[in-house]
């Protein structure tokens, strides 16, 4: 027969460290984490929800790893590092994967969304590069909605790119200065198709509701490619085609999409490097461009985009060293860019 005694838990000072603070509780050491957590320093963030560390919904950072926090007595956690989302804002501002969770309104539940943002630290922590697969995996455990698991992945990719600590030595990090639409797809071939038959096609993720953006981005691309408005064709805002750039929304399509100017002008560099060597040679600074021709002034040969690249891939992402015109080039008409020098752009 159990006595009084006996049914009592043997209570124990244990010390926990919690984002970075130091706290010490009596407790039975067999106490699960996520009591603490939430009954004792109330940070809700961690969820329980199956109790049997299966969904994912109370993960938390031990030592750089997520675990679930709903079975993990907290006798085994003295001395080690634990961090729950509401230790990841450093001086205000969100950690990059918990921006990047904002920014794809990458979310259906508000329940289950600390878990994966803890998943998702952890597993850019250990592959700073992830691919989709290697996110569908890292985050299998947990209960993904399927009309939401698009803009985990999305979030997840931008984080890769935005967070310092997930870059790993010697990879090619997107430069800040692009737009967000170029750093989440830096893809040129995504953005832009040199066709045959001497036209060109631009994608963009928006759609015309009215303004005006389709006459915005054939004018922009026409003048950052030397090509008159007439050989330009946009495809707007096709699933299988156009890169993601979120809403239409809040009089931000030429601001969102417009700024892939420098992708357009990256285009163009890459256009011109063929051409040196198919104009004999002619140096860089001798070359010029009108409509879709570059030709050297001083010899006379010539050579079209459509000659060097009808129906290839560029195979490049955008380095941001392609500067966009400047405005005092371009044309008053803006249906045709002529004369153009390369490469003081």
């Given at each position: ?155 997840i990719r931008r984080a890769a790119q935005l967070s310092p600590a997930s870059r790993p030595g010697g990879a090619a990090v997107i430069p800040e200065s692009l737009s967000s639409s170029l750093r989440l797809t830096p893809d040129l071939d995504?953005?832009i198709r040199i066709d045959p038959g001497g036209t060109v096609t631009v994608f963009t993720g928006k759609v015309e509701i009215g303004q005006g953006i389709q006459t915005v981005i054939v004018q922009i691309a026409a003048e950052e490619l ?120």
């Amino acid at each position: 027969m159990t006595t009084p005694a006996e049914a009592t838990p043997s209570l124990r000072s244990i010390r926990l460290r919690v984002n970075g603070r130091e706290h010490t509780f009596r407790v039975d050491p067999a106490t699960p984490l996520i009591y603490i957590l939430r009954n004792d320093l109330g940070l809700k963030a961690a969820k329980l929800a199956c109790g049997l560390e299966q969904c994912g919904a109370c993960k938390v950072l031990i030592d750089g790893q997520a675990r679930p926090s709903c079975k993990i007595p907290v006798g085994e956690l003295q001395g080690r590092e634990i961090v729950t989302l509401e230790g990841l804002a450093a001086d205000g501002s969100l950690h990059p994967v918990q921006q990047a969770f904002v920014d794809e309104q990458a979310t259906q539940c508000g329940y289950c969304a600390p878990g994966m943002i803890m998943a998702a630290i952890a597993l850019l922590k250990q592959n700073p590069q992830p691919s989709d697969d290697d996110i569908g995996r890292g985050l299998a455990r947990h209960l993904l909605p399927l009309q939401g698991l698009p803009g985990i992945i999305r979030a997840i990719r931008r984080a890769a790119q935005l967070s310092p600590a997930s870059r790993p030595g010697g990879a090619a990090v997107i430069p800040e200065s692009l737009s967000s639409s170029l750093r989440l797809t830096p893809d040129l071939d995504r953005w832009i198709r040199i066709d045959p038959g001497g036209t060109v096609t631009v994608f963009t993720g928006k759609v015309e509701i009215g303004q005006g953006i389709q006459t915005v981005i054939v004018q922009i691309a026409a003048e950052e490619l030397d090509v008159s408005m007439q050989r330009m064709q946009v495809i707007l805002a096709d699933t299988l085609l156009s890169p993601d750039e979120g809403f239409t929304a809040g009089s931000m399509s030429t601001q969102v999409s417009g700024g892939r100017a420098p992708g357009r002008s990256r285009s163009r560099h890459i256009l011109v490097r063929p051409s040196c060597r198919a104009t004999r040679r002619s140096p860089m600074d001798r070359l010029r461009a009108e409509d879709g021709t570059v030709y050297d002034p001083e010899t006379g040969y010539k050579v079209t985009y459509w000659e060097l690249m009808a129906g290839k891939r560029f195979n490049q992402q955008v380095s941001g060293r392609g500067r966009p015109s400047p405005p005092q080039n371009m044309p008053s008409s803006a249906n045709r860019c002529c004369g153009s020098t390369f490469p003081p752009r």
